[in-house]
């Protein structure tokens, strides 16, 4: 049969905890309006724990990653900002035999302060810097007025169209 456990304040435990000093527990029970049970309960409580109240361990459900699974994945991206998500769960599928989906791993970097567009914008940083790296080359041919755009969609950087104005 499931228990019928009403919520009982920390306030109420802590004078149940005070009132056994001088009464038993059927007087407390009678005086609190609790079952003798509870106050049973609660004086156990105490005086295993030195608290009236039980805190858990963890808050919530277990986390499918372990935080050396998460600094493995942050080991990835390190290496290459530009993975994809489907790329990562990939990896750690092979390497690391953990099955997670990509929701997963995107909100244990999020956790940890790494969103997609930080590493995006680290990705268009490392393009700026390879944009300058074939300019300077060009620039020392003395070409006439020789205009350069690089257009680069979010995942492939290494398309350059080349655009000659006279």
Not at 70 to 86: A, Q
Not at 96 to 106: A, F, G, K, R, Y
Not at 125 to 147: G, K, M, S, V, Y
Request: proline residues 5%; charged residues 25%.
């Amino acid at each position: 049969m499931p228990a019928n456990r009403c919520y009982i304040s920390p306030e109420k435990k802590w004078l149940i905890i005070t009132l056994s000093t001088t009464l038993n527990p059927h007087e407390i029970a009678h005086y609190t309006g609790v079952s003798t049970r509870t106050v049973h309960r609660v004086l156990a409580l105490w005086r295993d724990t030195g608290s009236v109240t039980r805190t858990p361990l963890q808050n919530g459900r277990p986390r499918l990653l372990t935080t050396s699974q998460v600094d493995y994945i942050e080991g990835l991206l390190e290496r290459r900002p530009d993975m994809h998500l489907s790329e990562i769960q990939e990896d750690i599928a092979e390497v690391l035999d953990v099955h997670v989906s990509e929701c997963t791993i995107s909100r244990s970097l999020s956790r940890r302060g790494i969103s997609r567009n930080r590493r995006a914008a680290h990705t268009n940083r490392e393009f700026d810097e390879e944009q300058d790296q074939l300019q300077a080359p060009i620039a020392e041919c003395n070409l006439p007025e020789l205009h350069i755009h690089f257009h680069a969609p979010s995942s492939d950087y290494s398309r350059v169209v080349l655009h000659f104005d006279s």
